[in-house]
């Protein structure tokens, strides 16, 4: 779609109320470009469950987010300056493993680069699969993890064809779901996964209350393959929060700037225990976690 009929259809698209710039209309219209026309009207009338439908709620602006898409080659650059994946994956493998002390094979669902089950098993021995709706993360995880089986795949729908005896999904990937119905069905489709006795790890996104909008945050990085500056700002519509993500990326082949926008449902604990309990999974809630943003933990079967 040409940007102008996109901004006639969308509206202006604006970040805390100051319209986005030519370079970002084209980012929005590109990413745009790859959307079915009917899941861009769906978008315009959100199906959103009533609970997401708040008086305010204002038609998306921006449509389907365009996530990592051209970032994914420096996800684990940019995460591992600030996120210890062997400690997250060391613990991982204890709560597993209290629960299905014979637990071997785990698969991690929206995996990314699949830093988490790399660790998994060359740490603790697991046999660890993958799936992300990225193919580039799957490709990049395929090589992190030769042993593994990797797909790509929309966590609500994959189909491995077979149970493992934990299924994790892991650093608030499961935020992407933007409505309860689709949280469900996630859930759902994980515990479809796990094998009796089965053990579902979920990372959660915010709350709304844990949520501040108009936050920067920065992250840079220094290594001889690049340079990057990333610098993120947050906006909130109803209950969805929305970030962009804006990279200075310096490479031998000089700098460019990149723009993602990334949406991720802001659900309350309620909503995320009652996604479990609608498919028959008693869930344990701790409320730290890894990183302060909570666990929910499910035994399948129990
Ligand atoms: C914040 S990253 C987390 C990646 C990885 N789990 C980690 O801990 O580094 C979120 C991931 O969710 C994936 N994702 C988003 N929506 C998805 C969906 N509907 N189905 C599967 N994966 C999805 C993205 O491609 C991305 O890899």
Redesign the pocket.
């Known amino acids: 779609m040409r940007i102008g009929a996109f901004i006639k259809k969308a509206g202006k698209p604006a970040v805390n109320g100051i319209p986005l710039s030519r370079f970002e209309l084209a980012e929005v219209a590109r990413a745009h470009a790859w959307a079915s026309d009917t899941w861009y009207s769906e978008r315009i009338e959100p199906d959103r469950d009533q609970s997401f439908q708040q008086p305010n709620l204002k038609p998306l602006t921006i449509v389907k987010?365009i996530?990592?898409d051209k970032t994914?080659e420096y996800?684990?650059l940019i995460?591992t300056q600030f996120?210890d994946?062997g400690d997250?994956a060391d613990r991982v493998a204890d709560l597993i493993r209290k629960r299905n002390p014979g637990a071997r094979e785990v698969l991690?669902?929206?995996?990314?680069?699949?830093?988490?089950s790399t660790h998994l098993a060359a740490d603790h021995g697991f046999a660890a699969d993958g799936?992300?709706?990225?193919e580039s993360?799957v490709s990049i995880a395929g090589k992190a993890n030769p042993g593994g089986r990797f797909e790509p795949?929309?966590?609500?729908t994959?189909e491995m064809g077979k149970t493992y005896d934990a299924v994790?999904?892991?650093?608030?990937?499961i935020?992407?779901?933007t409505t309860r119905s689709?949280l469900a069905l996630?859930i759902a489709n994980m515990k479809k996964h796990a094998a009796q006795g089965g053990v579902i790890i979920v990372?959660p996104w915010l709350t709304p209350e844990a949520f501040t909008a108009g936050q920067r945050h920065l992250h840079t990085v220094e290594e001889e393959e690049a340079t990057i500056a990333r610098m993120t700002i947050g906006e909130l519509e109803g209950r969805i929060s929305r970030f962009y993500m804006h990279y200075l990326i310096g490479t031998e082949d000089g700098i460019r700037h990149e723009l993602e926008v990334?949406e991720l449902a802001l659900f309350s604990r309620e909503e995320m225990e009652e996604a479990f309990e609608k498919c028959g999974l008693q869930v344990e809630y701790d409320p730290v976690g890894f990183d302060d943003r909570g666990l929910y933990i499910a035994v399948n079967g129990i």
């Open positions: 987010p996530m990592f994914a996800y684990s995460y996120k994946y997250e991690e669902v929206a995996c990314g680069p699949a830093l988490h799936v992300d709706i990225d993360f795949g929309d966590m609500r994959f994790i999904c892991l650093f608030s990937s935020g992407y779901m689709d996630a990372e990334h």
